[in-house]
């Protein structure tokens, strides 16, 4: 189970940091990814980690402005957004998905769990 939490209401070029806190089972080993589903848009992804060799993948329009790391021992992974845009607003979801490659880690199909979403609105 996954349960993201974190979001808010915050003005442009603010930050937020989201959480998702995995129980009932260790994602170790899994790629653990955030996802969006903006207003009138599909779910699309956002950025995703492999904990091993600890590379990390992030969609353009995120690049230099969201961080995903994730804490084993917490079981915990991160989603650190500086310089917020109102673009960004939607709902926030984390997923974590076994052998996947990360050529695939952005296709929300291949992800087994997901949590229920955080709401992050960013006014201008």
């Known amino acids: 189970q996954l349960q993201a939490s974190g979001g808010g209401l915050v003005q442009a070029g603010s930050s937020l940091r989201l959480s998702c806190a995995a129980s009932g089972r260790t994602f170790s080993n899994y790629i653990m990814g955030w996802f969006r589903q903006r207003p009138g848009k599909d779910r699309e992804f956002v950025a995703a980690?492999?904990?091993?060799?600890?590379?990390?993948y992030y969609t353009d329009p995120v690049v230099g402005r969201f961080t995903i790391t994730r804490d084993n021992a917490k079981n915990t992974v991160y989603l650190q957004m500086n310089s917020l845009k109102a673009e960004d607003t939607a709902v926030y979801y984390c997923a974590a998905g076994a052998d996947l490659s990360m050529t695939i880690a952005t296709l929300s199909r291949f992800y087994q769990y997901w949590g229920q979403g955080t709401q992050v609105t960013v006014s201008s």
């Open positions: 980690h492999r904990w091993s060799g600890s590379r990390t």
